[in-house]
């Protein structure tokens, strides 16, 4: 399996773990009532799943794209590099012409 799948499998895994982790902490706190909300409704462990759901699709990208920007060379952390700066061109500009009535 290629690098990049196994980094992207791991952390998607690593992101809904998180959301659940999160979703427990909301519910432990019980933040806006979510607690009783889902305890006394039918539909509360359906709620929950979507919850999770989307919520690890958040925290998996996040996760991917940290991963991601942080796959940098050694060959850039070496002082010396970046951009050339631009050089600034001169240009001219004619005024519009005005209308007369």
Do not use: C, K
Request: proline fraction near 6%.
């Amino acid at each position: 399996m290629p690098r990049i799948m196994r980094l992207l499998i791991r952390q998607t895994i690593i992101g809904f773990v998180l959301s659940a982790l999160f979703i427990a902490l909301l519910y432990a706190m019980n933040v806006a009532n979510l607690w009783y909300l889902v305890t006394h409704s039918t539909y509360g462990v359906f709620a929950t799943l979507i919850l999770w759901v989307l919520n690890g699709i958040v925290f998996a990208s996040v996760q991917f794209g940290i991963a991601v920007m942080r796959l940098g060379d050694d060959e850039d952390s070496r002082p010396g590099g970046g951009h050339a700066q631009p050089v600034p061109v001169p240009a001219e500009a004619a005024a519009p012409r005005t209308l007369r009535l």
